[in-house]
C-alpha cells in the first residue's frame, strides 16, 4: 500500500483544528500527523512530526502565519505549506503577502453563516485534491 501523506495543522481555533482533521481523514490517503495552536509550538513540534506538508492559519496569536511561514521555509525550503484564510480584505492582503513569501497555495476558510454542510464539503473538494497535488510523489503505487 502506498504511504499515507501526514500533515500538520496550524490553527488557533480548536473548532477548525477538529473540523479539518474530520475533512482530511475522510480519505484514507491523508493522515494529520499533529497540531498546533500558534506558530511558536508549530515550529517546535515540526522536527518531530516530520510532515509531508502544512495546513497553516494566517491570524494567530503569539507568532502569526507570516511569521511562522517564514521560519518554516528558513528551515525547511521544500516544505509544501498551505495557507488556510478567512475571506476578509485583511485576510487577503495577507494572503498574497504569504504567497510572496513562499506559501505553495490557499484556501479560504468557511463562513460562519450558511449552510455548514456546504461549506465543510466545499473545503474538502478544493483542500485534498491540492493536498494530494503537493505531495503526489508519496502516492506512487
Known amino acids: ?3 499515507k501523506i501526514r500533515i500538520m495543522l496550524i490553527d488557533d481555533s480548536a473548532v477548525i483544528r477538529r473540523l479539518l482533521t474530520d475533512v482530511l481523514t475522510s480519505d484514507p490517503q491523508l493522515e494529520v500527523v499533529g497540531s498546533a495552536q500558534n506558530g511558536q509550538i508549530a515550529l517546535e513540534k515540526l522536527p518531530t512530526l516530520n510532515p509531508d506538508l502544512v495546513i497553516l492559519d494566517v491570524e494567530m496569536p503569539v507568532m502569526d502565519g507570516l511569521e511562522t511561514l ?4 528558513k528551515r525547511q525550503p521544500r516544505l509544501p505549506v498551505i495557507m ?9 492582503i495577507v494572503t498574497l503577502e504569504a504567497l510572496a513569501r513562499g506559501a505553495n497555495d490557499y484556501i479560504t476558510k468557511p463562513s460562519n453563516t450558511g449552510n455548514m454542510s456546504k461549506s465543510l464539503q ?5 483542500l485534498i485534491p491540492r493536498v494530494k497535488a503537493f505531495c503526489q ?5
Do not use: C, K, N, Q
Request: negative net charge; glycine residues 4%; without cysteine.
Open 84 to 92: 488556510f484564510s478567512s475571506i476578509t480584505e485583511r485576510g487577503a
Open 137 to 141: 510523489h508519496l502516492l506512487s503505487p
Open 122 to 126: 466545499r473545503v474538502r473538494d478544493e
Open 70 to 73: 517564514t521560519e518554516i521555509r
Open 1 to 3: 500500500m502506498a504511504e
